[in-house]
């Protein structure tokens, strides 16, 4: 039996930060990280049928084309990646009443639709970035027993070019779901492996009024080679999604509207509209 002090429910019985019960999720879910945007999506829907936000975290459940989707807002980082995947594998994996993980357990597929900066000169603005591998760099996925998901020739490979200060933690690598791989892709999408990032300034070499421990590391991200693999973009999320979805059984992907490449130094000129379409080809895709 999981003690209440691990598994924390609300008065109502609902999980604690999501304010969920397991009626209220379907199997396929979008992340987003601003919780606006969870009715930017929902706003295509057939109908919603249930609605309630706790702190960041917004949900809304309804259907598309006659498909059953919940959004949900996740907020920024791995932290609360942490939070979101736990609690929603909870409410599918975990009965409430006994406290006991289930017999049969439940598969979700995760669907993260963000907006983020291409690292590379030939993914230009206003494509999407499907990403095929992430590379975390945060630590918070290091709390788990993860051996069995990563990959370390890419880690070793990454810290070597990279000369990466282990003080910081080990960075390491997931890929996404391969199902849902194939199942998303088209010849609009790039494929590419994107880096997440414990944090927004100096963790993504932003220097304000803290000098920071590499100065050089987005430079060397960016010059970054294995077999054919090159990072692609930067954001906060991914790498969190992809290991927690790996360790209990889901299946996850991250997709990516590019607003913005650092190589050329270039910026959408319409970021809705791609974010936008975004939305409608990932629907499209859910519904089929």
């Not at 003690?3 to 397991?22: C, F, R, T, V, W």
Request: net charge negative; with cysteine.
């Amino acid at each position: 039996m999981i003690q209440a002090s691990e598994l924390i429910l609300n008065p109502d019985g609902s999980i604690y930060h999501l304010n969920l019960k397991p009626e209220h999720i379907a199997q396929d879910i979008i992340f987003v990280g601003d919780q606006e945007r969870v009715e930017k999506i929902t706003a295509l829907f057939d109908n919603i049928e249930f609605t309630i936000q706790k702190r960041e975290f917004k949900t809304q459940t309804g259907t598309y084309k006659g498909k059953r989707i919940t959004v949900i807002s996740t907020g920024i980082g791995p932290d609360n990646i942490d939070i979101v995947l736990n609690e929603l594998d909870a409410l599918v994996n975990i009965d409430f009443e006994t406290r006991k993980i289930k017999e049969k357990l439940t598969s979700l597929n995760i669907i993260r639709i963000g907006t983020s900066g291409s690292l590379q000169a030939h993914i230009p603005v206003d494509s999407f970035v499907m990403s095929q591998y992430a590379i975390g760099l945060d630590n918070m996925l290091r709390s788990y027993c993860v051996d069995s998901i990563l990959n370390p020739e890419i880690e070793s490979a990454f810290i070597e070019q990279t000369n990466w200060d282990l003080q910081k933690g080990k960075p390491y690598v997931i890929p996404s779901s391969e199902t849902l791989v194939n199942h998303f892709y088209s010849a609009i999408i790039h494929k590419g492996f994107t880096a997440t990032a414990g944090g927004f300034y100096g963790p993504q070499g932003r220097i304000l009024r803290l000098n920071i421990q590499d100065a050089d590391l987005n430079k060397k991200m960016d010059q970054f080679q294995f077999n054919g693999i090159q990072i692609t973009n930067l954001e906060m999320e991914t790498a969190a999604i992809y290991g927690l979805s790996a360790l209990l059984g889901h299946k996850a992907i991250s997709l990516n509207a590019i607003i913005a490449n650092r190589a050329n130094g270039t910026f959408s000129k319409n970021p809705y509209q791609t974010i936008d379409k975004l939305i409608s080809y990932t629907l499209e895709k859910l519904s089929q």
